[in-house]
């Protein structure tokens, strides 16, 4: 069952910035809270692959083409994670999911973030 909606993608010239939320509206805060949340990015024809973590202590892990660029952070009263994306680049170009790292859930149907060269 899919847990996560994605939104706040979009169109941006490169240099622009872009900030992606992913809610989890059918979990209760009580299985939200514990768990390591990622966000994954997906180009047509090639694998999935991990962007950035936050797990419940806030510690954060980054993919190193983003580090720097990208800022990944959660709100537990809201059940939302969020993916702050500055200085986009064309490569940044894909749709963009979240799930659980360690137990993934069933995959939503992401946002997509265009950057054109």
């Known amino acids: 069952q899919v847990q996560f909606v994605e939104s706040g993608g979009g169109s941006v010239q490169p240099g622009g910035s872009l900030r992606l939320s992913c809610k989890a509206p059918?979990?209760?805060?009580?299985?939200?809270?514990?768990?390591?949340l990622g966000w994954y990015r997906q180009v047509p024809g090639k694998q999935r692959e991990f962007i950035a973590s936050?797990?419940?202590?806030?510690?954060?892990n980054y993919r190193d083409s983003v580090q720097g660029r990208f800022t990944i952070s959660r709100d537990n009263s809201r059940k939302t994670v969020y993916l702050q994306m500055s200085n986009l680049k064309p490569e940044d170009s894909a749709v963009y999911y979240c799930n659980n790292v360690l137990a993934p859930n069933s995959w939503g149907e992401g946002t997509l973030v265009s950057v054109p060269s």
């Open positions: 936050v797990d419940s202590s806030r510690k954060t």
């Open positions: 059918r979990m209760i805060t009580s299985t939200f809270n514990p768990l390591t």
